[in-house]
């Protein structure tokens, strides 16, 4: 059953939007201002072999507990669980600025995550919830655009906090916003209840959760920590595997799955995945190694790279609000997911041909046109999925692109590093001769303060392996948003509707009834 509830007004909408971006600014920011302080935190905390754990905490506790946000507010409401996923963010928050030890970090950035798999995911489902898909573009193009700046100052943010306060402080300061998020949405967020009889399908969720951590552990460790072909990593993407067979064995039979077939089978839906999950993995090269590249062959400080890639930054908001206007105004959908692996794809090939010399003018235009691709997909993608499965599923729907995006980024960051690690062990001997220098004993000499301390020889042949080794990530990235582009062409449209989930529902509810 499911009380009734008037529909929002357009002022209404924009209120319960500002707790909407909090929320979801909490989410962006954390994940860019904790990279910034790690050193400073293990040199505090020590345990510097485990430092890697702080951020893979976060990303596996939110990257599982996504897909269940989503089916568990389908099933019982949207409101109270997204104010249950900000408060355990919060306190998540608030204890990992008080540990005194690397373990008790770990663990409490692994309670943010839990937190954090409902921040954005429900956000997006909410939104679902008040706005029909046709109006959605106007609105998730400003998520976009917080994204892109959220990113852009959690670094500066993390090395302000770190330099003049505390690296505690990047913890603290998620409480003021987030509080604001729980007022916000609490007054104003008016959204149905509903209530479902079937059991919460607890066996699918722990096969999930079996099978999603051995590839995020694989994906996170292997290369690093352990080497490709080591019993370990083999071993984790067996058990992946075999617990990814077993999972949609289970989804097939079950009454009510967490991953439901008509949801992931239909083709509308399944392309859209994997398009987020394509288009999230190759956007890696330029969120991760772009400033890289700045860094070591311009000779930029951090602070000062992440100013210069600015133009990405604005490219891709503007791409983002811009085509949530055009799909709005024209009720089409298909020509963006095309246009943005195509100029995804152009801008990687660009950035592969840069070396020291090329000017920043022109890198800066090469961004420009990354950018355009990078703004004109995600979003749309959600309104694209959303569009296609029913008012029930929207929850479900909304949080598997946020799943499809963590899994993106993995299998991003995975492939990249291995091969910027590979390629370095190939140019460091041939541009660096009688060192012995390895990938991982030139990253601790690859920052701008130290480069300037050695003698040109060696400066300049380490900067010329790091830029040839990009060149081989760049290009890596190219397959991906050639096969995205494939996809692309073979998405279906769906008419986008003109009732938001809210509405729908009942009418889906009445026609259950008359059956």
Request: charged share 10%.
């Amino acid at each position: 059953m499911s009380t009734e509830a008037q529909p929002l007004t357009h002022r209404q909408i924009m209120v319960i939007f500002s707790g909407l971006m909090m929320t979801m600014f909490l989410a962006i920011l954390d994940q860019t201002i904790v990279a910034t302080a790690l050193p400073t935190i293990a040199s505090d905390l020590g345990g510097v072999a485990h430092i890697s754990w702080v951020p893979i905490a976060y990303l596996l506790m939110t990257t599982l507990t996504s897909p269940v946000y989503g089916k568990i507010s389908d099933r019982v409401g949207r409101k109270s669980i997204y104010q249950l996923a900000i408060t355990i963010f919060l306190v998540g928050s608030i204890c990992s600025g008080l540990s005194q030890n690397m373990t008790e970090l770990i663990v409490f950035r692994a309670v943010q995550g839990i937190g954090g798999g409902g921040l954005m995911s429900l956000s997006f489902a909410i939104v679902g919830d008040v706005i029909s898909p046709r109006e959605r573009g106007r609105y998730q193009g400003y998520f976009s655009s917080l994204g892109l700046f959220g990113s852009v100052l959690g670094p500066l943010l993390g090395g302000i906090f770190t330099q003049d306060l505390s690296w505690r402080w990047i913890f603290y300061i998620n409480v003021p916003v987030g509080i604001g998020a729980l007022i916000v949405t609490g007054m104003k967020l008016k959204l149905p209840r509903t209530r479902s009889e079937n059991a919460f399908d607890v066996g699918g969720a722990l096969l999930m959760a079996l099978s999603v951590s051995a590839l995020l552990l694989a994906l996170v460790t292997g290369g690093t920590t352990f080497a490709w072909g080591s019993p370990t990593i083999v071993g984790l993407f067996a058990v992946f595997t075999f617990g990814f067979i077993a999972l949609c064995f289970r989804e097939s039979r079950a009454v009510e799955p967490l991953f439901p077939p008509r949801v992931f089978l239909h083709p509308v839906t399944a392309a859209a995945a994997v398009l987020t999950l394509l288009l999230t993995a190759a956007q890696f090269c330029g969120i991760i190694y772009l400033p890289i590249y700045l860094q070591l062959a311009k000779g930029v400080q951090p602070i000062d790279s992440g100013l210069l890639m600015l133009p990405l930054v604005v490219a891709t908001a503007a791409a983002s609000i811009i085509s949530g206007h055009l799909m709005s105004r024209f009720g089409r959908y298909k020509a963006f997911p095309i246009f943005a692996a195509s100029m995804m794809a152009t801008g990687i090939t660009l950035f592969s041909t840069m070396n020291s010399s090329t000017s920043q003018l022109l890198i800066s235009l090469y961004m420009g046109i990354f950018g355009l691709g990078m703004g004109s997909g995600l979003q749309v993608l959600i309104t694209v999925m959303q569009n296609a499965v029913e008012a029930r599923d929207l929850g479900v729907a909304s949080s598997s692109l946020s799943f499809f995006r963590n899994i993106g980024a993995s299998i991003g960051t995975a492939i990249f590093g291995s091969v910027l690690v590979s390629r370095l062990n190939f140019w460091l001997p041939m541009l660096v001769p009688g060192r012995h220098l390895t990938a991982a004993s030139a990253s601790k000499l690859a920052n701008p303060a130290t480069l300037r301390t050695l003698p040109t020889p060696l400066r300049s042949g380490i900067t010329e392996s790091f830029v040839h080794a990009l060149h081989s990530v760049f290009f890596a990235g190219l397959p991906l948003l050639l096969v995205a582009i494939v996809v692309a062409v073979f998405l279906k449209e769906i008419p986008l509707g003109s009732k938001s989930a809210h509405d729908r529902r009942g009418v889906e509810q009445a026609h259950d009834r008359r059956l």
